[in-house]
């Protein structure tokens, strides 16, 4: 039982080049999270999704999109990369259906940095 | 505009001694609050959670206190322990999302 993987651990991109990221969860978990981490800025959420086929904007969307096509699989898309989005980023699942607070369960991360 | 609010940067604490980490909102309507706990280089890992119509919630070594009136949150620690040095974030849900504060580094000394 893996948890919460991400692909690729660490990545440089130069401005303007797109990437994809990865994350696979094993749980069943029907809820998964993007979200990135700044120095001082705590845990922002980019994108979320609550089901397969489903996707919902957080509080900091803007360049990011994301596909949620597997129930196992969140991907987070950087179609033009900027500076800007040099940071760590999370993925998170959680099982959420018929509990009472919402436990996510985290990956690793994925240091991206944008030249 | 920051909902969750951790005023502290850091906080160095002896072993053995109690850690008190400190977190602050604004908004009223959340259900649950949560702290999350983070070593270098991994994801961060929940800890314990209380739900809004409780205050008081005690796990082991861990405690959580809620003050709705003052809109304040607190994560006791007794005894510290070495292993207890991370980043504890405060978090709070509604609708399925968590806002996070920007976390603490709490130091434990020897």
């Known amino acids: 039982n893996a948890g919460v993987t991400q692909t690729p651990k660490f990545r440089v991109l130069k401005t303007g080049q797109s990437m994809t990221l990865l994350c696979a969860q094993d749980?069943?978990?029907?809820?998964m999270y993007w979200y990135r981490q700044d120095p001082g800025m705590g845990l922002r959420l980019i994108h979320y999704?609550?089901?397969?086929?489903?996707?919902a904007k957080g509080e900091v969307p803007d360049g990011y999109n994301v596909s949620r096509l597997k129930k196992q699989n969140f991907l987070l898309g950087l179609e033009s990369a900027a500076p800007s989005q040099t940071s760590v980023y999370f993925c998170?699942?959680?099982?959420?259906?018929?509990?009472?607070?919402?436990?996510?369960?985290f990956g690793p991360g994925t240091r991206l940095t944008v030249l | 505009d920051q909902q969750v609010k951790q005023n502290s940067p850091s906080l160095s604490v002896q072993e053995g001694r109690i850690s008190i980490l400190n977190c602050d909102y604004t908004n009223s309507m959340f259900d649950y609050f949560l702290w999350y706990k983070k070593y270098p280089a991994e994801g961060p890992t929940f800890l314990i959670s209380i739900s809004s119509i409780k205050d008081k919630n005690e796990d082991g070594r861990f405690t959580v206190f809620l003050n709705k009136s003052a809109k304040h949150l607190s994560l006791h620690i007794v005894p510290s322990q070495p292993g207890d040095s991370a980043v504890y974030f405060c978090?709070?849900?509604?609708?399925?999302?968590?806002?996070f504060g920007k976390g603490t580094r709490l130091h434990i000394l020897p």
């Open positions: 999704s609550v089901g397969e086929g489903t996707t």
């Open positions: 998170a699942s959680s099982r959420r259906q018929g509990v009472s607070y919402n436990e996510q369960f």
């Open positions: 749980m069943n978990h029907e809820y």
């Open positions: 978090a709070a849900e509604r609708d399925d999302k968590i806002i």
